[in-house]
């Protein structure tokens, strides 16, 4: 059965350019979409803010929150592939209200 979940993530900007952005968010989708376990129904792109403190060495990075429909047994692989990708700063993965 899918929930609904908020994934929100934090893409690095030392030399990045849109299409890094686009290609990471892409990514992202792909790994929430694959094996059709999961669909994203909204992306919201927050755009470039300050971090509140040094992050590897950054200090801005890009904001995005997918809200997505989720089966449970793809969180494992998803919040993996999220925590070993090199372009993505911090993430945050909530269960919300159906």
């Known amino acids: 059965m899918k ?3 908020e994934v929100t993530f934090i ?3 030392d030399n990045a350019d849109e299409n890094l ?5 892409d990514q992202v ?7 059709e376990l999961g669909q994203v129904t909204k992306i919201d792109r927050w755009g470039r803010k300050k971090l509140a403190y040094e992050v590897d060495k950054q200090r801005e990075g890009y904001y995005v ?3 997505s429909q989720i089966e449970a047994k793809a969180l494992i692989e998803i919040d993996r592939n999220l925590n070993l990708s090199p372009n993505i700063l911090r993430y945050l993965v909530v269960r919300t209200e159906d």
């Open 11 to 13: 893409v690095r900007l």
């Open 21 to 25: 952005v686009n290609n990471t968010i």
């Open 65 to 67: 929150l997918m809200e």
């Open 29 to 35: 989708r792909g790994w929430i979409e694959a094996g």
């Open 3 to 5: 929930r609904a979940y």
